[in-house]
């Protein structure tokens, strides 16, 4: 689903913002349940009203690839310069360089895309074809066992909601494809201030008011590491099925430093 609002600027020129997205691989059965669930969420997105939504329904004949989520993690921040910080650690302890880090801060800074943005880990350079949009991370989704296991945990944590298990789902299958050192995600709801950083090596960490609340900002940059296939990298993220069947750890609330010191790097 993709939904957007067509605004005049100067002059009468005209130009698109993006209020929601979604997508999941899905059986028969369950289309209706989840086009009308898609409807009603672009209907009623806090960014506001969308002029155009545009549905698309797919047959994935392909098998999935059947992956794990990331061990899940929330690290303890009070301001946006402390979860600035936090970030631009776990990301340099990544060995993200400063370049890669500014172009990033810079496209969340901005916001209005639909997709990610992909960004050279060392020389921070955009790698994506087409950046007004982005990649799109599609065709993915989680087993219904899988769900069952994961939602009680997150319950637990008091965070069982379907943001945190659509991000999570989403931050797996980038975390799964090679080429993709760390992704560092700020949702563009004005009231949701929670955003992330996800790799392999340290989960994915959910850093509380990484924007202050009110604010449209938001994107997610996913940081390529030097010399990767692009077009393979773009062909994984949004072509090939990959579904959860897998639960990793879900832990509560930890100190950044707990989670740095606990690899060794
Ligand atoms: P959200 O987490 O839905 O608030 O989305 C925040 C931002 O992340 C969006 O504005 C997009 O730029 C990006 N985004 C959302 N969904 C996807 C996706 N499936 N693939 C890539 N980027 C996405």
Known sequence: MRASQEVRGEKQRTSEIHISGAEGLYTVSEMQRILRE????????????PDTILLTLEEVRQEPLTISTLPLSTVISDSPSEAKKISGNMLRALRISEKALKTAFAVLQKGNMRGAALISA???????????????????????PALRILSPRLARLGINTDTVKEALTLASKVA?????????????????????????????????????????IGGRVFFIREGS??????QYLERTPVLVDRIGPCKGIQRAEEILDSHHL
């Open 122 to 144: 060392d020389k921070g350079m955009r790698l994506e074809h087409d950046r007004r949009r982005g990649v799109r991370v599609s065709r993915l989704g989680i087993a219904k």
């Open 229 to 234: 296939d692009i077009d393979r990298i773009i």
């Open 176 to 216: 799964s494809c090679s080429g993709v050192r760390a992704e560092l995600c700020i949702s563009d709801d004005p009231q949701y201030t929670t955003g992330y950083v996800a790799s392999n090596l340290f989960g994915y960490v959910r850093i509380p008011t990484l924007k202050r609340s009110g604010r449209k």
């Open 38 to 49: 898609y409807i009603e969420r672009a209907l009623h997105h806090p960014k506001g009203k």
